[in-house]
C-alpha cells in the first residue's frame, strides 16, 4: 500500500469530529503563491476545492494494491476546469481597468469566461466561425450574458483577430495565451497535495491544448519548492488517437475524436508540456475514441461519477497502461468537465438498458426485474 | 448591515492564511447528527459542502443593506440537492442488504439514486409511464447505469407499484418517501449555519414536493437544539403559479410550470412543510414562469450563476416579496440543481446575443462590438 493516508477516503475519518470549510475561492486559498496583490479585485464563484474521490473499481481493475482517486473538476461553478484559470485571468483583466474580454471558443472556455467576466460587470465577447457550432453547444455562454459574433471565416482567423483586437482594443484576451489561465489552473495540483498530504505517483491528465498539464506540473513544482510536498509525480498525458500530436510528434490538420474537449491538432502548449513530461519521467500515450467511451461509460455506471468523454481519456489511458503501475502506488485521474455539458453523447452511448411496454402489475414488473 | 460576519464574501479572508478541507462526503461530517452507527457502510460520492456565493446584484435590487447568498447545490456529484438525501437513503439501503433500489421518477431523483445505488454495488431501478418523458431526459441516469421500465399506465400507477414491489420484494424504495431522504437533506441547513456563523434571517427556497423546505426546517431546528445557532429562520417557501397547492390550499391535478423540478400539484410532505412555515413565521408565496425565468437569466447574467429553472424560483420568489425584508437582513436562496441538466431552456430563455455574418477582420468584428 501507498505510503500517504487517504484524505479522500471516508473510512479514514470515521469517528473524527466534522470538520466544516469557509472556502473563499482558488485566489484567497492560495493567495501567496499566485501574482495578485492587495489591490486586485477578486472575481470569484467559489470556484476550486473539488472533490477527490475514490473510484475503487478502477482500482481493482488494476490490482496491486494500488489506490485511484478521481479530481472532479466538472464540479466547478461553470462545469470545468476552466473556472480555475479564468477566476484569476478576469480578476487581473479588471484590475487593468479593462470594460470587456474576448475569447475564439466554442466550448467551456466561452462559458467560463462569460460567467466571470458578467460577474466582475465585464462584457465577454465570443467570436466563433459562422456555421462552426450548433446554438445549442453556445447556449450556457449566451445565458451567462456572452455577446457571440460569427465571422464569415475559420477558426485560424477567428483566433488572428481576438489577438489583434486585443492588441488595439480595449478589450482583453482570455484564451489560453493569457498567462494568469495557467496560474490558476495550477491550483489543482495544490488541492490534490493538500488532499493527500503528498503528491500522487502518478497524475494522469487528458492532454488537448496542453495547457492544464502544463498547470498542474507548474503547481506541484512550486508546492514542492516551498517544502509542501516531498516528492514529485510522473505526469502520464493522454490524447485521443485521433488528436494525438504530442504523441506522434506530428501536427493533425483535421483532427477528429468524441472527446470535443480535446480535439486539437497544434496544441498552444506543446513546448511546455513536453518539459512536464521529460522532467517528471512520466509519459504521452493515445487512447482510441472506443477507450474513451468505455471508461466514460465505467466511471458513470460503476463509480457514480459522469464526466465529459475527453475527461475519462485519463481514465481510458490508465486502463491502457496498467501494466506499467507500480504496486501500491497512489494515482490521480483528472477529470476536467461535467457529463451534463454534453448530454448527446450521454444519449448516444449509454448501455440503454429501457424496456417499454410493460403490463402496469406489480407481477409484470417484478418480472421485468428479473426477481 | 446583518451582525454575522460574512463567511463566504471573499473580501473578508483577505490575508488569511489558506484553510483547506478534507471533505469526506456528509455523512462523516454530520455523523452525530444523522441516523447511522459505526455499521452502516457510508456509500458517497463526496457530496455536499456546496458554494454559499455572494449575490451583490440581487442585494442590489433590494437595497436596505441587506445580504444575499445562494446555497448553489447543483455543483452536488450529479448535479442537484437529491445527493444528500440520496447518499444517507442508499447507505441505509446497503446496511440492511438490499441488492436493488427502485423509485418512480424522471428527473434529478433517478439520476441520484442510479449514481448512488450503482456505486454502492447495487442495481437500481426507475419506473415511468409509457410515452411520459423523451429519453434525453434520463439519459444521465441510463448512463449511470439505471435500468428503467415503462409501464402501460400512469404516474400514480407507477407510484403504487413502486411501493408494493418496497413490501412484497427485496428492493428498497427510495422515492420520497423514504425517511432517510428528508434526513440526509436537512445538512443543508447545517451548511448553511456552519458557513455563516448563525442561521439567516430568511431562508427561500422552491417548493415542488415540499421534501426540501422540511428538510432544511428540521436541520435548523436540530442544530438550534445543539447550540450550534442562535436563532431560527423564517422559511420564506415559492412555488410555480402553475404548481402552488401551498399557496392556494387545492391540489393541482394538472400542475403546469416551466420549472419541471418544481411541477407537483400534491406534494408528498405538505403537512410538514405547512408546519415548518407556521413554526418559523414564513410565507409561501407563488412565482410566474416570467418571473422565474427573469430570475433565472438575472443569475446567470449578472451573477454568473447557471441554475435549473426551478432553482430561480426562490430568487424571483425573494425579489416579488422584497419590501418585506428587513434593513439589513441576512438571507440564502437555496439553488437546488445546475442549470447544466435543463439545456433546452437555456437555449429557449437566453437573451440570445448572437450576430452571424460579419466579415473576417478586425475592423468589422470592432464595429460589430461597438467599439
Same mark, same amino acid.
Given at each position: 500500500?501507498?505510503?500517504?493516508?487517504?484524505?479522500?477516503?471516508?473510512?479514514? @475519518?470515521?469517528?473524527?469530529?466534522?470538520?466544516?470549510?469557509?472556502?473563499?475561492?482558488?485566489?484567497?486559498?492560495?493567495?501567496p503563491?499566485?501574482p495578485?496583490?492587495d489591490?486586485?479585485?477578486?472575481?470569484?464563484?467559489?470556484?476550486?476545492?473539488?472533490?477527490?474521490?475514490?473510484?475503487?473499481?478502477?482500482?481493482?481493475?488494476?490490482?496491486k494494491?494500488?489506490?485511484?482517486?478521481?479530481?472532479f473538476?466538472?464540479?466547478?461553478?461553470?462545469?470545468? @476546469?476552466?473556472?480555475?484559470?479564468?477566476?484569476?485571468?478576469?480578476s487581473?483583466?479588471?484590475?487593468?481597468?479593462?470594460?470587456?474580454?474576448?475569447?475564439?471558443?466554442?466550448?467551456?472556455?466561452?462559458?467560463?469566461?462569460?460567467?466571470?467576466?458578467?460577474?466582475?460587470?465585464?462584457?465577454?465577447?465570443?467570436?466563433?466561425p459562422?456555421?462552426?457550432?450548433?446554438?445549442?453547444?453556445?447556449?450556457?455562454?449566451?445565458?451567462?450574458?456572452?455577446e457571440?459574433?460569427a465571422?464569415?471565416?475559420? @477558426?485560424?482567423?477567428?483566433?488572428?483577430?481576438?489577438?489583434?483586437?486585443?492588441?488595439?482594443?480595449p478589450?482583453?484576451?482570455?484564451?489560453?495565451?493569457?498567462?494568469?489561465?495557467l496560474?490558476?489552473?495550477?491550483?489543482?495540483? @495544490?488541492?490534490?497535495?493538500? !488532499?493527500?498530504?503528498?503528491?500522487?505517483?502518478?497524475?494522469?491528465?487528458?492532454?488537448?491544448n496542453?495547457?492544464?498539464?502544463?498547470?498542474?506540473?507548474?503547481?506541484f513544482?512550486?508546492?514542492?519548492?516551498?517544502?509542501?510536498? !516531498?516528492?514529485?509525480?510522473?505526469?502520464?498525458g493522454?490524447q485521443?488517437?485521433?488528436?494525438?500530436?504530442?504523441?506522434?510528434?506530428?501536427v493533425?490538420?483535421?483532427?477528429?475524436t468524441?472527446?470535443?474537449?480535446?480535439?486539437?491538432?497544434?496544441?498552444?502548449?506543446?513546448?511546455?508540456?513536453?518539459a512536464?513530461?521529460?522532467?517528471s519521467?512520466?509519459?504521452?500515450n493515445?487512447?482510441?475514441?472506443?477507450?474513451?467511451?468505455?471508461?466514460?461509460r465505467?466511471?458513470?455506471s460503476?463509480?457514480g461519477?459522469?464526466?465529459?468523454?475527453?475527461?475519462?481519456?485519463?481514465?481510458?489511458?490508465?486502463?491502457?497502461v496498467?501494466?506499467?503501475?507500480?504496486?501500491?502506488?497512489?494515482?490521480?485521474?483528472?477529470?476536467?468537465?461535467?457529463?451534463?455539458?454534453?448530454?448527446?453523447?450521454?444519449?448516444?452511448h449509454?448501455? !440503454?438498458?429501457?424496456?417499454?411496454?410493460?403490463?402496469?402489475?406489480?407481477?409484470?414488473?417484478?418480472?421485468?426485474?428479473?426477481?
Open positions: 500500500m501507498a505510503s500517504t493516508l487517504s484524505a479522500a477516503d471516508s473510512s479514514a @475519518f470515521e469517528g473524527t469530529a466534522p470538520r466544516r470549510l469557509n472556502w473563499s475561492g482558488l485566489i484567497e486559498a492560495y493567495r503563491y499566485l495578485v496583490t489591490s486586485t479585485p477578486v472575481v470569484t464563484l467559489l470556484e476550486g476545492n473539488t472533490p477527490l474521490i475514490p473510484v475503487p473499481m478502477i482500482a481493482k481493475i488494476i490490482g494494491g494500488v489506490r485511484v482517486l478521481v479530481k473538476d466538472g464540479l466547478n461553478p461553470t462545469g470545468s @476546469f476552466k473556472d480555475r484559470g479564468m477566476t484569476l485571468a478576469i487581473k483583466a479588471k484590475e487593468a481597468g479593462a470594460k470587456a474580454v474576448i475569447c475564439a471558443s466554442t466550448g467551456n472556455t466561452s462559458a467560463s469566461a462569460a460567467a466571470y467576466a458578467r460577474r466582475g460587470g465585464m462584457r465577454a465577447f465570443v467570436l466563433i459562422d456555421g462552426y457550432v450548433a446554438l445549442g453547444k453556445l447556449a450556457q455562454a449566451l445565458l451567462y450574458g456572452a457571440v459574433l465571422i464569415k471565416g475559420n @477558426f485560424d482567423q477567428a483566433l488572428n483577430i481576438v489577438r489583434e483586437m486585443a492588441e488595439s482594443y478589450v482583453t484576451l482570455v484564451n489560453s495565451v493569457n498567462p494568469y489561465r496560474e490558476g489552473q495550477k491550483t489543482g495540483a @495544490f488541492e490534490v497535495v493538500d !488532499n493527500l498530504g503528498d503528491a500522487p505517483d502518478w497524475l494522469c491528465i487528458p492532454v488537448g496542453a495547457g492544464n498539464i502544463t498547470a498542474y506540473w507548474m503547481g513544482c512550486q508546492y514542492h519548492q516551498q517544502g509542501k510536498c !516531498n516528492r514529485l509525480p510522473r505526469m502520464m493522454f485521443a488517437s485521433g488528436a494525438s500530436p504530442l504523441v506522434t510528434g506530428q493533425f490538420t483535421h483532427p477528429e468524441v472527446a470535443t474537449a480535446i480535439r486539437i491538432g497544434n496544441p498552444a502548449s506543446w513546448e511546455k508540456a513536453l512536464a513530461q521529460q522532467a519521467q512520466g509519459q504521452f493515445s487512447v482510441t475514441d472506443a477507450e474513451i467511451l468505455e471508461a466514460y465505467l466511471l458513470a460503476q463509480e461519477i459522469f464526466c465529459e468523454p475527453a475527461s475519462a481519456a485519463s481514465v481510458a489511458g490508465l486502463l491502457k496498467k501494466d506499467q503501475v507500480p504496486a501500491g502506488a497512489t494515482i490521480v485521474c483528472v477529470l476536467t468537465g461535467n457529463g451534463l455539458k454534453d448530454p448527446d453523447t450521454a444519449i448516444n449509454s448501455n !440503454n438498458q429501457f424496456k417499454p411496454g410493460i403490463e402496469p402489475t406489480t407481477a409484470a414488473v417484478a418480472q421485468a426485474m428479473g426477481l
